[in-house]
């Protein structure tokens, strides 16, 4: 089975964002438009983040587990989860505790892992409660920048686990 088959929900979460910066990059929009977008894609990265690493635990789960044990994982898992980068460890860490060391490693791999991964969730944050103050990093290049370490960690929990 094909790893794009297997995770078609996020797949076409992943193409809907990537779209969307693509068309709005090539728009020709006013800075407050442009800041809209950006902080609409904010929330589209940090959904992703999180629906991405739930699909593939739980897909994880339901691999090799018995169906009651499966549906348990499924039944557990917060309906809400900041996907910041303690918790990302700590999700890992219940499955396999050396999926968490691994995760530290890559997070460690590049200088701006855990700044953009924890940015995108916080961003998420301020702008669903209303706190404009705390969304002036929020701009197109910061989210293009913010997604592309997103992706790669989708892709390297999905070779994680794998």
Known sequence: MSRHSRHNSHDKY???????????AAEDSTPEAQAHNAKYLAVLVSGYLEQAIKELLLQYASKGARKQISRYVEETWPI?????????KTILGQFNSSWSED????LNGKVDRKNDINSIVSWRNSIAHGQESKTNGVTLVSVRKAFSTVSELVSFIDTLID
Do not use: A, C, G, V
């Open 14 to 24: 992943r193409s809907r964002i990537d779209n969307l910066l693509k068309s709005y």
């Open 80 to 88: 809400s989860k900041n996907m910041n980068t303690d918790n990302i």
């Open 103 to 106: 995760f530290l490693e890559w």
